[in-house]
């Protein structure tokens, strides 16, 4: 199984909302990323947890909030989030620490903040 | 920090050959490696240099010159399949292995 999944495939929340997005995997992998994707440009890296304790907080608002339950899953908590924030955030995971460190990526969660 | 310019269109004909191309300016990273993406789709990886020379997969090649900070994917046989963007990427040396950072990305056309 080399499958990333991530639900929901869209999401529309008002700026006053509460909701997570959710990540799966099940190829034994112990690192965990989220990154966020505007139209037209690269993903950029937010979050990402190594052996299940978050190493690296690429200096994101606090509005976004991730979890690591355990090493098949990955949560990114939303609260009061403004239209900027509407973009397609992919989880990603891969090897923690050696090989090519191939990211496999999830479809992606659609996101749009009114 | 880590940059990773790359031209940000390309065009080139069905069966043709096109190189991308990655140009950087890091304190030092792992390897290069190389992730296409179709409209809507997710980041799949195509490629990773971690020392410098020819990487061949299938129709997919990849190159790195560290003394040159430069990398480039080249395509043969171009099929309609291959637009998609296309973007390179590190992991940084200082930093941590886990911080991945993507270069500005390469959209491809294949025209008939």
């Known amino acids: 199984d080399t499958e990333v999944t991530q639900t929901p495939k869209h999401l529309v929340m008002g700026m006053t909302n509460k909701k997570s997005l959710k990540c799966e995997q099940h190829m034994g992998h112990r690192a965990m990323y989220w990154y966020k994707q505007k139209a037209k440009k690269p993903p950029e890296l937010m979050f990402v947890y190594s052996y299940e304790k978050l190493s690296i907080n690429e200096s994101v608002p606090s509005r976004f909030s991730p979890e690591c339950p355990n090493s098949s899953l990955l949560n990114l908590h939303l609260h009061a989030l403004q239209p900027e924030d509407s973009a397609l955030y992919l989880c990603?995971?891969?090897?923690?620490?050696?090989?090519?460190?191939?990211?496999?990526f999830g479809e992606g969660s659609r996101l749009t903040v009114l | 920090g880590q940059s990773l310019e790359q031209p940000s269109e390309v065009t080139a004909v069905e069966g043709a050959i096109v190189q991308i191309n990655c140009t950087y300016q890091t304190s030092g990273f792992y390897g290069l490696s190389w992730y296409q993406q179709h409209d809507g789709g997710a980041p799949t990886f195509l490629s990773y240099n971690a020392l410098d020379g020819l990487e061949e997969t299938g129709r997919f090649s990849s190159f790195l010159s560290r003394s040159d900070s430069y990398g480039y994917l080249l395509l043969q046989e171009l099929q309609m399949k291959d637009s998609a963007s296309y973007f390179c990427a590190v992991r940084p040396l200082n930093g941590g292995y886990q911080k991945v950072t993507f270069g500005t990305g390469t959209k491809l056309q294949v025209i008939p």
């Open positions: 990603a995971s891969s090897q923690a620490d050696r090989g090519t460190g191939e990211l496999f």
